[in-house]
Nanobody
């Protein structure tokens, strides 16, 4: 079993930047892919983007393209989400998740970190 812990959330003004981190611990970690999701108040959780752990291929939701960048540090078992040009509509709890079985489903989740973007 793996544990995922997000950090780096906070309050930022519109147009600002934040970098979220997700550190993985637990059993020897070998993930096929990791992703970022977010859930805004009153809305369902939404996909932000994902990265294949070994190859580093990235995929983004339309809302994230051009503003957000996902990266990972394999040696540190850490996933990152660099968010630039933030908008108030980016306000949400951000979660990282891991597909450790190669099934295409994210079965392990972190507890989330709050990102609030003020106008």
């Amino acid at each position: 079993q793996v544990q995922l812990v997000e950090s780096g959330g906070g309050l930022v003004q519109a147009g600002g930047s934040l970098r979220l981190s997700c550190t993985v611990s637990g059993r020897t970690f070998s993930s096929h892919a990791m992703g970022w999701f977010r859930q805004a108040p009153g809305k369902e959780r939404a996909f932000v983007g994902a990265i294949t752990w070994i190859a580093g291929s990235t995929f983004y939701a339309d809302s994230a393209k051009g503003r957000f960048t996902i990266s990972r540090d394999i040696a540190k078992n850490t996933l990152y989400l660099q968010m630039n040009s933030l908008k108030p509509e980016d306000t949400a709890v951000y979660y990282c998740a891991a597909d450790t079985d190669g099934t295409g489903e994210f079965g392990s989740w972190g507890q989330g970190t709050q990102v609030t973007v003020s106008a």
